[in-house]
């Protein structure tokens, strides 16, 4: 029952984290504007994430527009790409992965034994993927907060740290959880397979101390002739 709620458990945390990973993706609240100095206009927002960026007027209308040239970004963004690309994908795969090897199910058979190593497989796919999810977003993070700080820079190019970046961090921590009880899982199921196997069972022992009791060995027999 335990090992069945670490299951549910993990496949939710999974789950929550895949669909962190398509969302932190498409949003393009990566990098937000700075208020500072000079550059007091409020009422205007300006939001790039990685697709696009939006401009948004005083809380009513928003503009959006995609990037025109891939290489014009800046190199963080660049490589935020096609990781955050690759995550999504590595996520789905280690979801469906985690699905197969659940109890529940019976797409795998009832081998408990391929049960074990789907959710293993499921587990590191999952850490894997948290680790993808946090490159990017750290080395977004760390640009934005070197350009913050570094007075070359001019104050309108600055920018902070936008609601995109928080829920990466959180997303790669729910999928690195999410594997490790998969990983937990897994472990749990080949200690008990093992278990399972060298020990034999009650039953077992007394029916072939009493078939060795009845059937008596050839030598004995011809000492009674």
Not at 31 to 53: D, K, T, Y
Not at 123 to 143: K, M
Request: hydrophobic share 45%; glycine share 8%.
């Amino acid at each position: 029952m335990a090992t069945y709620a670490l299951q549910i458990a993990g496949l939710v945390l999974g789950g929550v984290g895949m669909v962190g990973t398509v969302a932190v993706t498409v949003m393009p609240q990566w990098r937000v504007s700075a208020f500072i100095g000079s550059n007091i206009v409020v009422f205007e927002n300006l939001w790039e994430g990685l697709w696009m960026s939006c401009m948004r007027h005083a809380n009513i209308r928003m503009q959006c527009k995609i990037y025109d040239s891939l290489l014009a970004l800046s190199p963080d963004l660049q490589a935020a790409r096609g990781l955050m690309c690759a995550a999504s994908v590595l996520a789905f795969l280690a979801f469906m992965t985690a699905v197969l090897g659940m109890q529940c199910t019976r797409c795998a058979g009832d081998d408990e034994t391929v049960k074990g190593h789907l959710l293993l497989t499921a587990g590191v796919l999952f850490i894997i993927t948290g680790l993808v999810v946090l490159i990017p977003v750290s080395w977004v993070a760390n640009s934005i907060i070197r350009d913050f700080y570094n007075p070359i820079v001019d104050i309108a190019q600055k920018r902070e740290l936008g609601e995109a970046l928080y829920i990466g961090w959180t997303t790669a921590l729910v999928l690195i959880v999410g594997g490790m009880l998969f990983c937990c899982v897994s472990c749990c199921h080949e200690k008990s397979s093992s278990y399972r196997y060298s020990i034999p069972s009650h039953r077992t022992t007394q029916k072939s101390y009493h078939t060795a009791k009845k059937s008596p060995s050839v030598y004995s027999r011809s000492q009674y002739v």
